[in-house]
């Protein structure tokens, strides 16, 4: 049974089709894969971060990005936000966007 890949809002489908080109084909290929055999890709992949948040991480000519994201029941794999990183850690606000993002689909039960 095939898991679907499903984006919290529009804002964030922009944000993931606004990414440079090889990190964008990069993104549709695990995205891909996690429709088949579900969104534990494992390292490098994915990674958990705790809660229930789980980030994909890309890498490509341009750069890297981080796309965070959670489940949810039914096989649903949601896309909480995206963005290029532009230094080794990840910016405390990216990641509190993320969480708060996964807050409100836990509330709702969505």
Do not use: W
């Amino acid at each position: 049974m095939a898991f679907l890949i499903d984006f919290y809002n529009e804002k964030v489908k922009v944000q993931v089709a606004s990414l440079p080109k090889t990190l964008l084909a990069r993104f549709i290929a695990l995205a891909d894969r996690m429709e088949t055999y579900g969104p534990n890709l494992g390292e490098p992949h994915t990674q958990s971060m705790g809660g229930g948040l789980f980030e994909m991480r890309l890498k490509g000519a341009e750069g890297i990005a981080r796309v965070f994201f959670c489940t949810v029941v039914e096989r649903r794999v949601v896309m909480l936000h995206a963005f290029v990183k532009k230094s080794q850690e990840t910016p405390r606000n990216e990641l509190d966007i993320a969480r708060k993002r996964l807050l409100e689909i836990k509330r709702d039960n969505v």
